[in-house]
């Protein structure tokens, strides 16, 4: 099938802390792998990609790597910040055209003093 | 610096009543496409448009139509609203170099009662 599965929430940390959210693939091939994020109130934006297998997104302190192995695109900051709290999505880019993607459920992040 | 615009963001409607969601683009893209978001599900695919007057289904169409007769505009019909279909829609656009990237609006919430 082509399904994104990733990690439930919601995740609290404190400032500072490390965060993991964890994201699977199902896919035939390696199709291009996202994280978008959506901040309260607005619509998502794409926060770092990874198009082939063993490349690494970074964007914004985050990062994200494509392993074909275990099929995951797993995010990771070293240091959260308040200001990060918001909801992530990983995505897979689907095949045909017109730039479908299929999405996880979302893992809202709250990060507090 | 609009971007991509979704009218109106609120709506209640009742069972079997008809609306159309609007979506505008100033960024001359040829893909458009929209998305709605439930609780626990992520977004799923409604419709989607690789150019003016071109159309095909995504993952969830029924209950849903959608025309593409100019490259800005790509509204989203409901011909006879039912609560099922109580959600937040987004649409987003992208052009083909821009592999996965999607630019969203802010989205519109619709109420089915």
């Known amino acids: 099938g082509n399904s994104v599965t990733q990690m439930e929430g919601p995740v609290t940390l404190s400032e500072e802390a490390f965060l993991t959210i964890n994201c699977t693939y199902t896919a035939t091939g390696y199709p291009s792998l996202f994280w978008y994020v959506q901040y309260p109130g607005e619509g998502l934006q794409l926060l770092l990609k990874?198009?082939?297998?063993?490349d690494k997104g970074s964007n914004k302190g985050f990062e994200a790597t494509y392993r074909k192995e275990t099929t995951s695109f797993h995010l990771e900051k070293g240091s959260v910040q308040v200001s990060d709290s918001a909801v992530y999505f990983c995505?897979?880019?689907?095949?045909?055209?017109?730039?479908?993607?299929?999405f996880g459920t979302g893992t809202q992040l709250k990060v507090e003093l | 610096n609009a971007g991509v615009t979704q009218t109106p963001k609120f709506q209640v409607l009742k069972t079997g009543q008809s609306m159309t969601l609007q979506c505008a683009q100033d960024m001359n893209h040829e893909y458009m496409s929209w998305y709605r978001q439930d609780p626990g599900m992520g977004l799923r695919l409604i419709h989607y448009s690789v150019g003016a007057g071109i159309t095909d289904q995504g993952e969830v169409p029924n209950g849903y139509n959608v025309s593409r007769s100019t490259t800005e505009d790509f509204p989203l019909r409901l011909l006879s609203a039912a609560p099922s279909q109580t959600s937040v829609y987004f649409c987003a656009s992208s052009y083909p170099g821009a592999v996965g990237e999607l630019f969203f609006g802010e989205g519109s919430r619709l109420t089915v009662l």
């Open positions: 990874a198009t082939k297998a063993d």
């Open positions: 995505a897979r880019r689907l095949t045909g055209g017109g730039n479908k993607l299929t």
